[in-house]
């Protein structure tokens, strides 16, 4: 949605284009009395990075541009701020939404000439409500959800940077910018959805992180999508895992481990442990121990993230020697260790958007800063 003011002087939201779904784009031309293929021209002309307006829809006449802009924001998602990092190879983007709230938005290049990667990370809600302590967005709480129209804009922003930053169209997808996307979830199913038939991607590049939502999973289960499952699983043992992910106390570790491996089975999937390492937290031979025989128990994948220091929290994440030793310790356990990316931008979960509102917020009479609802601005 996009505030658009009226003739009489006031201002009304306009809904995203990318928030109609293909059934909604075909009613769309026929409501307009058009032929039903402009309907497959429009979905082309949202996947095409080189088409960024109205304007530039070249495959429809004028005049229908004009009625279409009259009616839906071409855009979800502005660029706000973007930041390039990791020499050309991380792009950091905060996304202002129509009602002038932002997310963040990460596009990650991998360089391999034979297999280009480009993964982005995308936000499914504006805020979360589960409060990890060690996560930026978890302080702010829940603001809203996204709309898929706004995940999904998110990719088709990456893939415009992408272009304009010679890296290779986005490849892979990945639910773990801002939100819980399984509490999000007709939103995540769709978005899921409609990346694979609209987009052409394979539901295997796309990997959703749950902090561990039941139902959620169960969802996913039924709908049989064969995404990459990754849990935020942080600790092994009940009680430091309520604490470190508060959704614990309603969903306990023997319950979403068992959930998570019904849907490998299903799906034939095997899914991803994460494992935010805290210093002094979740870093000991206990956890390390009880972790690998988890891991091993459900055939998982543990990929252990150094925790990235966030403002209001004492908690870090350990030097490289502490990880080592940490992962030393998962014998038998199949590991990789995140390396992480745009560290120097607040690249990390939330964090260069709560930079970004922190800075917007402090202008110089004290006085909050107005969203801009235009046209997009880069810092
Ligand atoms: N809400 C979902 C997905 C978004 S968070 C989830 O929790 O899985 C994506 C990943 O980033 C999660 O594994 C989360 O634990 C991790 N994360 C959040 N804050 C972090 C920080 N400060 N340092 C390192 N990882 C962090
Ligand atoms: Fe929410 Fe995930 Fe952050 Fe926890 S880590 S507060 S679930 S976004």
């Not at 905060?94 to 990460?106: F, H, N, P, S």
């Not at 849990?231 to 043992?237: D, E, I, N």
């Not at 994440?317 to 560290?343: M, S, Y």
């Amino acid at each position: 949605m996009v505030m658009v003011d009226t003739a009489d002087g006031g201002q009304k939201l306009l809904p995203a284009v990318m928030d109609l779904s293909p059934e909604g784009r075909d009613a769309l031309f026929a409501e307009l009395g058009e032929a039903p293929w402009r309907a497959q021209q429009l979905a082309d002309a949202l996947w095409n990075p080189a088409v960024r307006d109205w304007d530039s829809v070249s495959s429809f006449p004028q005049a229908l541009r004009h009625e279409l802009a009259l009616r839906h924001a071409f855009c979800a998602v502005e660029q706000a701020q973007v930041r390039v990092d990791d020499g050309g190879h991380t792009i950091s983007v905060v996304g202002r939404l129509g009602d002038g709230k932002t997310i963040e938005t990460v596009v990650m290049h991998y360089g391999k000439a034979q297999h280009p990667r480009t993964t982005v990370c995308v936000s499914s809600q504006v805020g979360c409500a589960v409060g990890c302590p060690f996560c930026a967005t978890g302080r702010l709480g829940l603001l809203r959800h996204c709309t898929p129209g706004e995940v999904l804009d998110q990719v088709r922003l990456a893939d415009m940077l992408a272009q304009e930053h010679g890296m290779h169209p986005v490849t892979h997808v990945v639910f773990m910018g801002m939100g819980e996307p399984l509490a999000n979830l007709e939103t995540t199913v769709s978005a899921v959805k409609r990346l694979v038939q609209e987009r052409g991607m394979s539901a295997r590049h796309i990997t959703v992180s749950t902090s561990g939502v039941v139902p959620g999973i169960e969802r996913l289960i039924e709908e049989r999508i064969p995404v990459t499952l990754a849990l935020s699983l942080h600790a092994a043992t009940d009680d430091l895992r309520t604490t470190l992910v508060p959704l614990n106390a309603k969903y306990p570790i023997d319950l979403v481990c068992t959930k998570v491996e019904e849907y490998a089975a299903a799906t034939g999937r095997r899914a991803t442990y994460e494992w935010c390492l805290i210093e002094g937290i979740n870093d000991t031979a206990e956890q390390a121990s009880a972790l690998a025989r988890r891991a091993q128990q459900h055939h998982a994948h543990v990929n252990v993230i150094p925790m990235n220091r966030i403002e209001g929290s004492s908690w870090n994440g350990p030097d490289a020697e502490g990880v080592a030793r940490f992962v030393a310790r998962l014998t038998k356990a199949n590991v990789t260790v995140r390396k992480t990316r745009g560290q120097a931008t607040d690249g990390a979960c939330g964090q260069l958007r709560a930079t970004h509102e922190a800075r917007r917020h402090q202008l110089p009479d004290g006085k909050l800063s107005r969203p801009v609802r235009t046209a997009s601005s880069r810092e």
